[in-house]
């Protein structure tokens, strides 16, 4: 959400959906700003093929909430995709 430096009130209202839909509490991510690509792809790279694409949807989807997808926001699901595949292979 904050890699293009601007935290859009729909990209909050949709991360708040995900968390309803999964019944799952915020309160749970508060370090997460905290946690390097590397440490989320390493936690990425245990799920399976099926839950990993749902994830890139649910990315994406955010990405585009706002309506504009900004390249840095790209650029950020495409490392934590390719370093979850990069970690899988090793």
């Known amino acids: 959400m904050k890699a293009d430096s601007i935290l ?4 909050v209202e949709y991360l708040d959906k995900v968390f309803t839909d999964f019944e799952m509490d ?3 991510f508060d ?5 390097t690509i590397e440490e989320l792809s390493s936690d990425f790279s245990k799920f399976s093929g099926e839950k990993k694409e749902y994830a890139k949807k649910l990315f994406e989807e955010m990405s ?8 840095r926001e790209v650029e950020v699901i495409n490392t934590i995709m390719n370093l979850t595949a990069i ?3 090793i």
């Open 31 to 35: 370090h997460m700003e905290e946690v």
């Open 8 to 11: 859009n009130p729909a990209e």
């Open 26 to 28: 915020i309160n749970e």
């Open 64 to 71: 585009e909430c706002d309506g504009y997808v900004d390249p």
């Open 87 to 89: 970690s899988t292979v």
